[in-house]
C-alpha cells in the first residue's frame, strides 16, 4: 500500500512553458486535493474533486487545470508556467461522505510533494 | 470566508518547559486537525477533534477543541528537541453534498533548544 504519490519530487520550469504534476492513490478514496504550500501562508487549496469525472476550485485555481478520469489519479496541469506558481505541491486524498452529515474523521492523507521552481 | 489563525508563529523554547499553541477560526467547524512537518517533508497528522470538548493526547503533545470559543490548543509539555517542527491547524466546515475543504492556518514554527 504506498498511500499517496507524486512525481515530480523536483522540477524546474521556464516562464511559459506547461507540465502535468502527477498524483496517485491505491487507498479507494474519493475525494483528492491539490495544495500549494509558501512560506508564511500555510497550504492553500487550489482545485479539489469528489469522485472521478467531478472537480471543483479551491481558493487560489487560477492557471492550473485538473481532471479526474478514475479514482486513483488526480493530475494537476499547469497550462503557461509564471514565476508567482513557484511553489511546493501538495497533493492529498481522503475518504468522502456518501450523504448527510460525516460521521468520521476523514482524515486527509498528504503525498510527498513536488517542488517546483520557474525562472 | 473562513479564516484561521494560529499563535504564536514562531517558538522558541527551552527543553523542559510546557507552552500552548493556540488555533482561532472564524467560522463554524465541523471537524479541526493538527499536522506536524519537518522541514523539506510532507505533513504528518497529529489529531483529527470532532466535537465540542475533544481532548486527545499522544506522548508529550495535547490538543483540545472548544467549537463555542472557536479555538483548539496544542499543548507541549516538557519539550524535547525532537518536536521542533512546523506545526498546522486545518479546519473543515461542512460545505454541501460530498465535499470539504480544508483551511489552514499559517503554521507555528517549534525550535526547542537545549
Known amino acids: 500500500n504506498a498511500g499517496v504519490t507524486q512525481t515530480p519530487k523536483f522540477q524546474v520550469l521556464k516562464t511559459g512553458q506547461s507540465m502535468t504534476l502527477q498524483c496517485a492513490q491505491d487507498?479507494?478514496?474519493?475525494?483528492m486535493s491539490w495544495y500549494r504550500q509558501d512560506p508564511g501562508m500555510g497550504l492553500r487549496l487550489i482545485h479539489y474533486s469528489v469522485g472521478a469525472g467531478i472537480t471543483d476550485q479551491g481558493e487560489v485555481p487560477n492557471g492550473y487545470n485538473v481532471s479526474r478520469s478514475t479514482t486513483e489519479d488526480f493530475p494537476l496541469r499547469l497550462l503557461s508556467a509564471a514565476p508567482s506558481q513557484t511553489s511546493v505541491y501538495f497533493c492529498?486524498?481522503?475518504?468522502?461522505?456518501?450523504?448527510?452529515?460525516?460521521?468520521?474523521?476523514?482524515?486527509?492523507?498528504f503525498g510527498p510533494g513536488t517542488r517546483l521552481t520557474v525562472t | 470566508e473562513l479564516k484561521v489563525e494560529q499563535n504564536p508563529l514562531f517558538l522558541s523554547m527551552q527543553e523542559g518547559k510546557n507552552y500552548t499553541i493556540y488555533c482561532n477560526y472564524s467560522t463554524t467547524s465541523d471537524r479541526l486537525y493538527w499536522y506536524r512537518q519537518d522541514p523539506g517533508k510532507s505533513l504528518e497528522s497529529l489529531f483529527v477533534l470532532l466535537s465540542n470538548g475533544a481532548v486527545k493526547q499522544e506522548g508529550r503533545l495535547m490538543a483540545s477543541l472548544d467549537t463555542k470559543a472557536r479555538l483548539s490548543t496544542l499543548h507541549i509539555t516538557a519539550a524535547v528537541h525532537d518536536l521542533s517542527a512546523t506545526y498546522f491547524c486545518?479546519?473543515?466546515?461542512?460545505?454541501?453534498?460530498?465535499?470539504?475543504?480544508?483551511?489552514f492556518g499559517k503554521g507555528t514554527k517549534l525550535s526547542v533548544i537545549p
Open positions: 492529498a486524498s481522503s475518504q468522502n461522505p456518501t450523504s448527510g452529515r460525516w460521521y468520521g474523521s476523514y482524515e486527509q492523507y
Open positions: 487507498m479507494n478514496h474519493e475525494y
Open positions: 486545518a479546519v473543515a466546515p461542512y460545505s454541501g453534498a460530498g465535499s470539504y475543504q480544508l483551511t
